[in-house]
T-cell receptor, first 112, second 116 residues
Framework: KNEVEQSPQNLTAQEGEFITINCSYS?????LHWLQQHPGGGIVSLFM???GKKKHGRLIATINIQEKHSSLHITASHPRDSAVYIC??????????????FGRGTQLTVWP | DTEVTQTPKHLVMGMTNKKSLKCEQH?????MYWYKQKAKKPPELMFV???????INESVPSRFSPECPNSSLLNLHLHALQPEDSALYLC???????????????FGEGSRLTVL
């Protein structure tokens, strides 16, 4: 059983479109990361949030702790947004404390 | 400086070689991590260091040997690896303050390892 479910697995969009990626998790969490990984490697943390909503530029992340659900939105998508987006909740107790549970990622491709 | 720097970016080694991966950060973070990532899979935690002491070893084979010589540096020593160990090895760090870890992770670009 996966502790983290992300959808969709693959997403193709035209430049300018509004993008939503969803994440549901089953573990108790202290916070949740949204991560971005470009081809060839490094991972960048876009957001870490534990409640409500955060916004950085064209990116918006929301979390509903009661419903164990988070979303990542990209407004006015651009080809440079093409990457894998990974939801990673952080465990909050006992042996899960601090442990990142990784979703399988969403491959986003934005065409010009 | 908000960077985690990993070297080398690419490494090719034979099964009898001994090599090391290096990770460095100058953000004052006292928690450092090694992750392994195979193609199209999420990262898997290998080791966690807290205040330069190994606090988590995820049952990693002994052919991988981590070392944290000081608060800025984390090494992963490699010996007698297998071809299936070929992967992207990611280092990360997070701030630890008065016993509490602030969980925002900063990742390096990774070291891509190929074992022949």
């Amino acid at each position: 059983k996966n502790e983290v479910e992300q959808s969709p697995q693959n997403l193709t969009a035209q430049e300018g479109e509004f993008i939503t990626i969803n994440c549901s998790y089953s573990v108790g969490i202290s916070a949740l990361h949204w991560l971005q990984q470009h081809p060839g490697g490094g991972i960048v943390s876009l957001f870490m949030l534990s409640s409500g909503k955060k916004k950085h530029g064209r990116l918006i992340a929301t979390i509903n702790i009661q419903e164990k659900h988070s979303s990542l939105h990209i407004t006015a998508s651009h080809p440079r947004d093409s990457a894998v987006y990974i939801c990673a909740p952080i465990g909050d107790r006992g042996s899960t404390l601090g442990r990142l549970y990784f979703g399988r990622g969403t491959q986003l491709t934005v065409w010009p | 400086d908000t960077e985690v720097t990993q070297t080398p970016k690419h490494l090719v080694m034979g099964m009898t070689n001994k090599k090391s991966l290096k990770c460095e950060q100058h953000m004052g973070h006292r928690a450092m991590y090694w992750y392994k990532q195979k193609a199209k899979k999420p990262p898997e935690l290998m080791f966690v260091y807290s205040y330069e002491k190994l606090s988590i070893n995820e049952s990693v084979p002994s052919r991988f040997s981590p070392e944290c010589p000081n608060s800025s540096l984390l090494n992963l020593h490699l010996h007698a690896l297998q071809p299936e160990d070929s992967a992207l090895y990611l280092c990360a760090s997070s701030l630890k303050l008065r016993g509490r870890i602030f969980w925002e992770l900063f990742f390096g670009e990774g070291s891509r390892l190929t074992v022949l």
